[in-house]
């Protein structure tokens, strides 16, 4: 995500998840979009409409043998999916959406749909290279959203340069 989408972090009580969500996507503007859900998600068709944006939608359990067909995407949305796979089968998605099919990506999680053996924690999503973005509460629910950028991914370090360097006349010189 672009710095607009880092500046809006992890307490969004004041918008609901649509309003967020489609912030995001005016923030990045993708030309093609994924979504992976088992339940279509009506705002990513209608801001497709309006921006001219070619959306691809898999609403299936096993959503492999569809992204095998598929290309790359400026943005894929993984939506209602995580609740009901087992961990093997949702890390294996998340990391086959981020390596082969994207550089951006946006997982919605809903923690309480899940049944217990299969509920993802905050540590599952950020070993998997996701950054939480915001939680929504809405009464009795519960709904997280995590975004992956891989132009963001690894940030600079600030002691990462020549001024921390040993020999700071050979930095950027030689690669070992």
């Known amino acids: 995500m672009?710095?607009?989408?880092?500046?809006?972090?992890?307490?969004?009580?004041?918008?609901?998840p649509h309003q967020h969500l489609a912030a995001l996507l005016d923030s990045q503007m993708p030309k093609s979009l994924l979504s992976v859900s088992m339940n279509p998600i009506?705002?990513?068709?209608?801001?497709?409409?309006?921006?001219?944006?070619?959306?691809?939608e898999i609403a299936e359990l096993d959503p492999f043998s569809q992204l095998a067909d598929t290309q790359r995407f400026d943005l894929?949305?993984?939506a209602d999916q995580l609740e009901y796979m087992n961990r093997h089968h949702g890390e294996e998605l998340l990391g086959l959406v981020r390596n082969l099919h994207s550089n951006a990506m946006l997982v919605l999680y809903q923690p309480a749909i899940a049944p217990s053996k299969l509920r993802w924690a905050l540590s599952d999503f950020l070993g998997m290279g996701l950054r939480k973005q915001?939680?929504?509460n809405d009464s009795n629910r519960e709904m997280s959203l995590y975004s992956y950028d891989l132009d963001n991914y690894n940030f600079t370090r600030s002691?990462?340069?020549a001024r921390f360097w040993a020999n700071p006349e050979n930095w950027g010189k030689y690669w070992w």
């Open 134 to 136: 915001a939680t929504f």
């Open 76 to 78: 894929v949305v993984v």
């Open 42 to 56: 009506p705002l990513l068709k209608q801001w497709c409409d309006k921006h001219d944006c070619a959306l691809t």
């Open 2 to 16: 672009n710095n607009t989408a880092e500046q809006i972090d992890t307490a969004a009580t004041s918008s609901s």
């Open 159 to 161: 002691w990462n340069n």
